[in-house]
Every structure is written in structure tokens, then in C-alpha cells.
């Protein structure tokens, strides 16, 4: 680990995004402090001609304008930005913890429960990802929860296929087998031996996932089937920004988008740089 945390600290790209998503999430936690706004309050001076109104103003307070209800965007843009980090984290936790046991019961054990199991996978990603998310949503009703149970139903399918392909390379190995000979049992061999050798394989596709399910919550949003008012996300201020543009209100979609953007690009190299550290076949 040691060796993998020095290769990490020698990719430049992938430290410089470590401090701009801290940045961000430094911005999420104390911008408020710098707010004289909040996210529900609506200032009745910027409503009319929201291009002339409601532009960007230090004096007025909205840092980042108004959108056409009054409304702070530096605000919602705080609270989208954490709720779209929130998506991302809590789901791809999901992810890795239903993918990771998935796919290690079905690798270790194989013969007719990993058929099963794995058949079972097949046929849910042979469904359009999207629509079992919007079919949730719309069958249990729009909230924080059901987003993050929609997400991650979906989400571990692939990591299951990824932890098992790597679980049927490690259950021959011959500490393994020295294990079993030892009379180690069953499930002490898979917390203990299969489990920790997997944990890199794990955290550097969980890393990759993150910036996928704030992707998958943003399109959601943008369709107006995420999270409902008066909570928003980075999603739901793109999609307001972008029905606002032939008012020639750049501000509304400008600042939610570059978080967006941001976040994305970040977590991406972030991944990157762990698969490079992590991967020893590449040192």
C-alpha cells in the first residue's frame, strides 16, 4: 500500500483533482456561511425582467443571479452540488456492497448457484439501465431514498461480473488452497484471503462509478424524475438553466454545469490515478 500511495502521489493529475473536489466540497460545507440567500427564499426585486434582474451581483447578494422565481442560484447550487455528491457516494457504496458479495458467492462457489446468480445479472443488464431507475422512481414515489435504492438496484451489476471474474482467478491460488487445507472454513477464507485481494480491483471501479451514477441522477433530473422541490441537484439546475436560455440567462445553466463538469473530470483522473497505483501488472 505503501508503494501504491507513492505511485498515486506521482501522478500530477490525479493530485491536482484531489484538491479541486476538495475545494468543492469545502464550498458545499462553509459557502452558506457566505450566503445572504437561502435556497427557498425568493427575492420579489429580481422578479420581471429576469436578464436584466437577475444577473450575477455582489451588491444584491446573488453571487450567482437569480433564476426566473427569484431564487438564489448560488444557493441551489450549493445544496444541487451536495446532493449530487451525496447520489454518488451513498449509491456507488451500494454498489460495492451488493456487487462485491454478489459476485464473490458466485465465483467461490460456482456450478449451478454462480449460473444462477450470474443469469440472473444477465437478463437485468439486458434492460435498459435508465428505465428500471425511472420505473422505481415513478412506482414508489420521488425522494432521497427511493433515488438512492433506484441507483443502486442497477448500479452493482457490473461491478458483480467484475468481483467474480477476479474471485474465479484467486480461488486456486495456492494460498487458498493452503488455507482450506488448514481447515480454515468457508466464509473465513472469503473475508479473510478473497475479500482484502479484491479490495483495489473494488475501489478503483467504485471510483469510476461515482462520477456515473451523478451522471445517471443528473439525466434523471434533467427529465424531471429526480428529486422534487424544494431539494434540487445539479441535474434538476442544468435542466432549468437550459429551458431558460433564449432569455439569454447564460448564469442559470453557467454555474450549476461547471460544477457539474468539475465534479465529473475530477473523479474520473481520481479513478485513473488509483487503477495506476493499484494495478501492480503496470509496475
Same mark, same amino acid.
Not at 474465479?168 to 488452497?177: D, G, Q, S, Y
Given at each position: 500500500?505503501?508503494?501504491?500511495?507513492?505511485?498515486?502521489?506521482?501522478?500530477? *493529475?490525479?493530485?491536482?483533482?484531489?484538491?479541486? +473536489? $476538495?475545494?468543492?466540497?469545502?464550498?458545499?460545507?462553509?459557502?452558506?456561511?457566505?450566503?445572504?440567500?437561502?435556497?427557498?427564499?425568493?427575492?420579489?426585486? *429580481?422578479?420581471?425582467?429576469?436578464?436584466?434582474?437577475?444577473?450575477?451581483?455582489?451588491?444584491?447578494?446573488?453571487?450567482?443571479?437569480?433564476?426566473? @422565481?427569484?431564487? #438564489?442560484?448560488? /444557493?441551489?447550487?450549493?445544496?444541487?452540488?451536495?446532493?449530487?455528491?451525496?447520489?454518488?457516494?451513498?449509491?456507488?457504496?451500494?454498489?460495492?456492497?451488493?456487487?462485491?458479495?454478489?459476485?464473490?458467492?458466485?465465483?467461490?462457489?460456482?456450478?449451478?448457484?454462480?449460473?444462477?446468480?450470474?443469469?440472473?445479472? #444477465? &437478463?437485468?443488464?439486458?434492460?435498459? +439501465?435508465?428505465?428500471?431507475?425511472?420505473?422505481?422512481?415513478?412506482?414508489?414515489?420521488?425522494?432521497?431514498?427511493?433515488?438512492?435504492? $433506484?441507483?443502486?438496484?442497477?448500479?452493482?451489476?457490473?461491478?458483480?461480473?467484475?468481483?467474480?471474474?477476479?474471485?474465479?482467478?484467486?480461488?486456486?491460488?495456492?494460498?487458498?488452497?493452503?488455507?482450506?487445507?488448514?481447515?480454515?472454513?468457508?466464509?473465513?477464507?472469503?473475508?479473510?484471503?478473497?475479500?482484502?485481494?479484491?479490495?483495489?480491483?473494488?475501489?478503483?471501479?467504485?471510483?469510476? @462509478?461515482?462520477?456515473?451514477?451523478?451522471?445517471?441522477?443528473?439525466? &434523471?433530473?434533467?427529465?424531471?424524475?429526480?428529486? /422534487?422541490?424544494?431539494?434540487?441537484?445539479?441535474?434538476?439546475?442544468?435542466?432549468?438553466? $437550459?429551458?431558460?436560455?433564449?432569455?439569454?440567462?447564460?448564469?442559470? +445553466?453557467?454555474?450549476?454545469?461547471?460544477?457539474?463538469?468539475?465534479?465529473?473530470?475530477?473523479?474520473?483522473?481520481?479513478?485513473?490515478?488509483?487503477?495506476d497505483a493499484l494495478d501492480p501488472k503496470d509496475?
Amino acid at each position: 500500500m505503501r508503494d501504491a500511495r507513492d505511485r498515486f502521489f506521482r501522478n500530477k *493529475a490525479a493530485i491536482v483533482c484531489m484538491v479541486i +473536489l $476538495a475545494l468543492i466540497i469545502l464550498f458545499v460545507l462553509f459557502g452558506p456561511q457566505f450566503a445572504k440567500w437561502n435556497n427557498e427564499e425568493i427575492d420579489w426585486a *429580481a422578479l420581471g425582467d429576469i436578464a436584466v434582474l437577475g444577473v450575477p451581483s455582489i451588491e444584491s447578494g446573488h453571487y450567482f443571479g437569480t433564476d426566473p @422565481l427569484g431564487r #438564489d442560484i448560488y /444557493s441551489r447550487t450549493i445544496q444541487a452540488t451536495g446532493t449530487s455528491l451525496m447520489v454518488g457516494l451513498i449509491g456507488t457504496a451500494m454498489a460495492m456492497i451488493v456487487g462485491t458479495l454478489w459476485g464473490v458467492l458466485a465465483g467461490y462457489f460456482g456450478g449451478r448457484l454462480d449460473s444462477v446468480m450470474m443469469r440472473i445479472v #444477465d &437478463i437485468l443488464l439486458a434492460i435498459p +439501465l435508465t428505465l428500471i431507475v425511472i420505473l422505481i422512481l415513478v412506482v414508489a414515489g420521488r425522494s432521497f431514498v427511493t433515488l438512492f435504492i $433506484a441507483l443502486g438496484a442497477v448500479s452493482w451489476l457490473t461491478m458483480s461480473r467484475i468481483v467474480r471474474a477476479q474471485t474465479l482467478a484467486l480461488k486456486n491460488r495456492e494460498f487458498i488452497e493452503a488455507a482450506r487445507a488448514g481447515g480454515v472454513s468457508e466464509a473465513m477464507i472469503i473475508f479473510r484471503h478473497i475479500l482484502p485481494n479484491l479490495m483495489g480491483v473494488v475501489i478503483v471501479y467504485a471510483s469510476l @462509478l461515482v462520477p456515473e451514477m451523478i451522471f445517471a441522477e443528473s439525466l &434523471i433530473s434533467f427529465l424531471g424524475l429526480g428529486i /422534487s422541490e424544494p431539494y434540487t441537484s445539479l441535474g434538476a439546475l442544468i435542466s432549468e438553466g $437550459a429551458g431558460t436560455m433564449a432569455y439569454g440567462t447564460l448564469w442559470q +445553466l453557467a454555474f450549476p454545469l461547471f460544477f457539474y463538469i468539475a465534479i465529473v473530470i475530477t473523479m474520473y483522473f481520481i479513478g485513473d490515478g488509483l487503477r495506476d497505483a493499484l494495478d501492480p501488472k503496470d509496475h
